[in-house]
């Protein structure tokens, strides 16, 4: 099939290589955009031939399959242009690196961001799961995103019912998160600390040396993942090449060799313990594809 250059295909991609679990088959086509409306040409073109299409950010929140996927795989990772301030006010591209926006924001003497500094993500990613990290998260901030949905591209004010816990709903395959216009604050001093803080502390608990997709599971209501994980005994079990984070039981890490099944079937048998010693059910964070 001949692909228009503005959708910057490429055949055959390992999905190994796409996301930070390291895991997953090849994509049939993997399409790089550089312009927005070079995405909505995409998923027009998708539509018309009847092509399944997968959205990626920094897949860092993916468990891709070992069978890779049949159809196109649309990578929104580069920003499409420089964030744009207007006082306390950014618009970003979506396609930009979370923690990159964030210390640029700090730059700009603006705080709102800064904890969520060191989670690995595009702005999108971000919009698309709620993400957020000790005591922020993004939809404290987003009060307008542009998203392309049902063939349109708008922009939408942001309600307060939008965005909950790890959910959203400016996620794939609802719509594709364009670009997002964050409300911050004028910094007060702390915001340089805090991010620094928050960095520190990702170094010290979290197994950053192996591939993840950060926390398998969401928090359970009134509960930590890690700890019920943990008090269970299943602190660096493993099936195959997945393993149980012997530094934070709530991370699956993929120790080199670990397979979309491995990762499913520990994930399966870690809910299966957890429930029956503890009660409590636990929900996947991660995406699959
Ligand atoms: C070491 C590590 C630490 C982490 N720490 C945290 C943390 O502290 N807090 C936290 O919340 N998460 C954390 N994560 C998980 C992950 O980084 C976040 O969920 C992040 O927001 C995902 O962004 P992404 O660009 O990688 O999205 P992807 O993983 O590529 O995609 C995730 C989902 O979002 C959808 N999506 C992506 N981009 C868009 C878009 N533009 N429009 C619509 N939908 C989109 C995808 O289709 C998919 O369903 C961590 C992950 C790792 C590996």
Redesign the pocket.
Known sequence: MELPDSFGAEPNIPLSELT?FRIGGAAQVVLQPRTYDAIEEIVSFADRNGIPL?????????LASDKGFQGFVLR??TPMHEPVYRGTTVIAC?GTS?TSLARDTVRHGLMGLEKLCG????L??????N???YGGEIKQVLKRIRVLKNGTDQWIDVGEDDLGY?RSA???PD???LEAELSLKEDDGSALHTMQNCIEKRREK?P?ELP????TFKRPEGHFAGALIEQCGLKGFSIGGAKVSEKHAGFIVNTGCATEADVAALIAYVQQIVKERTGVSLEPEI?RI
């Open positions: 930070s997968a959205l990626l950010g920094k897949g860092t929140n993916i929104f990772d979506c979370l989670i690995p993500g595009t999108g990613g971000a919009c698309a799961m993400a957020g990290a790890r400016f996620s794939f719509c594709i998160a979290q950053l993840s997709a950060g926390s995406k």
